[in-house]
């Protein structure tokens, strides 16, 4: 057994189901045009804050829908930063003009993430709806003049792959904090352009390799999330094969260092795993994470399978447990979109690319594919 040490360091809370907008890669299937009324009430959601505030400074980051269009959503971080938690916004920024940006850095928001998922309003808007680039462009600077930091994430996907490089240089122009790139999972409304949209496992392989060297040349952060084997990438690229393989996970962090909580309450392992460990309705917080079932399996590397189980670089890398769940339908299945062979490999029959694996789950029992990515 390889049991991975967990430790809480970041919790995204779904404020809200609601949003103004309709991407076509939401990891949501039923966005709202208003928060739905079963939501968290706001005693409930400070309930969620004083429990998460037992576990030291994790990162509390509220999350969506669009975190704005909640009603208390002032009142709850502020909440948040009086029981001493780091507080960060994930938005797509259209709402924002100079008097909420001020708002937010009063009540203690010192970190947001916008999503921008193209380099020109063409592309960005055929993501997220017609006149959003600009709006999030501007949101983004006004947050910025209200002294808050901002991080840029870009969904990567066939139809924009090649701007990556652009958004690049936005973000480094903008002096915005970071760049993650997120690779597509399908889950929610993404399942339905994952065919299309996905890269391949080569692909995948080839961008990994462009964010590891242009990360080593800076001078801008830059991560690939959704993309565990980044990290094996990394270690291949920067000459290190006679070096020791991190034990440390670095890759996927569901359920390990990191947890994911919906406007209902249900604690996922993360926002693209939509499998509850538990509800913070029926149970405390805390024993959902300590005692999980679903949780405790994902830190265990040796219950991986299929090429993850026989890789050498499982500890570090994890493989991306959403992805292995809807190419599989099992949660530890292994990731279907990494070309890697591990020297032992059972299960040899998956390596195929992974499209055919999504195309072919479906059918009646499956989950609601939500996505909770921050938007």
């Not at 809807?326 to 992974?354: K, M, S, T």
Request: glycine share 8%.
């Amino acid at each position: 057994m390889t049991q991975l040490v967990s430790q809480l360091k970041r919790v995204y809370w779904e404020s809200t189901a609601g949003c103004n907008l309709r991407c076509i890669h939401c990891r949501r299937l039923d966005v709202l045009d208003k928060p739905d009324p079963d939501e968290l009430t706001t005693a409930q959601a400070k309930a969620l804050i004083d429990e998460v505030a037992t576990f030291g400074r994790p990162v509390f980051i509220f999350s969506g829908g669009e975190p704005l269009v909640r009603h208390d959503i002032f009142e709850l971080a502020a909440y948040a930063k009086e029981k001493g938690l780091p507080i960060a916004l994930a938005t797509n920024g259209t709402l924002v003009d100079q008097a909420m940006a001020r708002r937010m850095k009063d009540v203690g928001i010192y970190y947001a993430s916008v999503s921008l998922d193209g380099s020109q309003a063409g592309t960005h808007d055929l993501f997220r709806g017609a006149g959003a680039y600009e709006k999030t462009l501007q949101g983004m600077r006004y947050m910025q003049e209200a002294g808050i930091k901002v991080q840029v994430n870009f969904t990567v996907t066939k139809m924009n792959v090649q701007e990556v490089p652009k958004v690049y240089e936005i973000t480094r122009q903008n002096k915005c904090i970071a760049l993650y790139l997120f690779l597509l999972v399908p889950v929610g409304c993404g399942v339905k352009i994952a065919d299309d949209q996905m890269l391949s496992n080569t692909e995948v392989e080839d961008w990994l390799k462009w964010v590891a060297k242009k990360d080593q040349e800076g001078p801008l952060p830059l991560k690939a999330i959704c993309a565990p084997h980044y990290f094996r990438v990394e270690h291949e690229m920067l000459g290190k094969e006679d070096q020791e393989i991190p034990a440390d996970r670095k890759g996927c962090l569901a359920g390990l260092h990191m947890c994911f909580v919906t406007h209902k309450g249900d604690v996922y392992p993360c926002g693209y795993l939509p499998l509850s460990a538990g509800n913070i309705r029926n149970q405390p917080f805390r024993q959902i994470w300590d005692q999980s079932e679903l949780l405790r399996n994902l830190r265990d590397s040796s219950l991986l399978s299929g090429r993850c189980g026989a890789c050498d670089f499982k500890d570090v890398c994890g493989g991306c447990r959403a992805r292995g769940f809807y190419a599989y339908g099992d949660v530890l299945a292994e990731e279907p979109y990494c070309i890697h062979l591990p020297h032992d490999r059972p299960n040899g029959d998956r390596l195929a690319d992974g499209h055919r694996h999504l195309s072919e789950k479906g059918g009646e029992g499956e989950p609601e594919r939500e996505n909770a990515r921050p938007a």
